[in-house]
């Protein structure tokens, strides 16, 4: 996109969730200069991997502190050059619960809780309840149906809701997938790539609704073709990550570290969402849950968030 800014840029935001995602969602949009409200959602339920490994609602907390120390991190590693000192004490930290209201406050409210519809759609509907006129909310989803998302939601939500897919980490990564429901404003897709573009410095792609909406339908096939012949010519993980890596050009985090960056469960969730939605017989089968990563998850051992995935987190 180029010309003229048309719009005026976002001067204070919301994220829900601070999770992998919303923690780096909430330190890169402080970095672009905006003054950010980062809650996190107090839990309610267990998630069957959690119920599966013995954990009770009394040992969630420990993920929410560690994603207050994932952000914490991430605001020491920024470099100086391109950015202020000040952004940390841009972010004011808290809980759906307890801070709700404040939401009213905010032009641009972006959702980052956990991959599950129910659970998105319960928070969505706090959220209405709470934005102001004319917030833009977008969803971090990384493929499931901003249609559904939206369902039971008024026309002036829907107008201004859309799917606004950052990549992990979100600093780094250069790419937003903009995904339109069925009632978003086009005028709010424009603003959307402006926003992304101009004042986050992110490429911008437009996606369609469906399944995992582009990168994660074709990067989670290729995870899973990977992982399927690791299984199939017997060799380790280690292995895997050496073949994949740097050897063929790739990052480090080209596989396993990557799934433990991304979190085992989410990347469950990805894989369903293809699974149970896809109209292709061959994908589908494609998509079938790794059991590798089932007994990871079944142990609670998610990745970086837990300190224990593939790897152990140093
Ligand atoms: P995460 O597990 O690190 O964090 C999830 C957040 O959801 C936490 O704040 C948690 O408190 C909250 N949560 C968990 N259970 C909940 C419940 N029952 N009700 C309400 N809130 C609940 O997950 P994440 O990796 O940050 O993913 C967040 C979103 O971003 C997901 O939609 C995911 O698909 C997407 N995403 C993830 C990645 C990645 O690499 N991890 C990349 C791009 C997009």
Redo the contacts with the bound molecule.
């Keep these: 996109m180029g010309g003229s800014t048309p719009f005026a840029p976002i001067r204070r935001a919301a994220v829900i969730?601070?999770?992998?995602?919303?923690a780096g969602i909430a330190a890169h949009l402080a970095n672009a200069g905006m003054k950010v409200l980062l809650l996190?959602?107090p839990?309610?339920?267990l998630?069957p991997e959690e119920a599966q490994a013995g954990l009770t609602l009394a040992d969630k907390p420990v993920?929410?502190r560690l994603?207050a120390k994932a952000l914490a991190a991430l605001t020491k590693r920024q470099p100086q050059a391109l950015y202020d000192n000040a952004y940390a004490a841009r972010i004011t930290a808290g809980n759906l619960e307890d801070d709700g209201a404040k939401l009213g406050d905010v032009e641009w409210i972006v959702e980052?809780?956990?991959?599950?519809l129910d659970?998105k759609q319960?928070?969505l509907e706090r959220i209405e309840a709470a934005r102001g006129a004319g917030t833009i909310v977008t969803t971090?989803?990384?493929g499931l149906s901003v249609a559904a998302m939206a369902e039971g939601r008024g026309e002036s939500f829907r107008n201004y809701f859309a799917g606004a897919?950052?990549?992990?980490p979100p600093r780094h990564m250069k790419l937003v997938e903009l995904v339109p429901g069925p009632d978003t404003d086009p005028e709010l897709l424009v603003r959307l790539a402006d926003i992304c573009h101009r004042q986050l410095g992110k490429g911008v792609v437009v996606a369609k609704d469906t399944p995992n909406f582009i990168a994660n339908r074709i990067g989670t096939y290729g995870m899973l073709v990977t992982i399927h012949a690791m299984r199939r010519y017997g060799l380790t993980v280690d292995e895997v990550d050496a073949l994949t890596g740097p050897a063929m050009g790739r990052p480090k985090t080209a596989t396993f570290r990557m799934l433990d960056?991304?979190?085992l469960?989410?990347l469950l969730?990805?894989v369903d969402n293809v699974r149970e939605r896809s109209d292709d017989e061959q994908e589908r089968a494609a998509f079938a849950r790794p059991p590798e990563l089932e007994a990871l998850a079944a142990r609670g051992w998610l990745g970086e968030?837990t300190g224990q995935g593939f790897y152990r987190k140093l």
């Design positions: 969730g601070a999770g992998v995602m919303g996190d959602v839990p309610t339920a998630t993920r929410n994603a980052a809780v956990v991959e599950r659970v319960a928070v971090n989803t990384s897919h950052f990549f992990n960056l991304v979190g469960d989410t969730h990805v968030k």
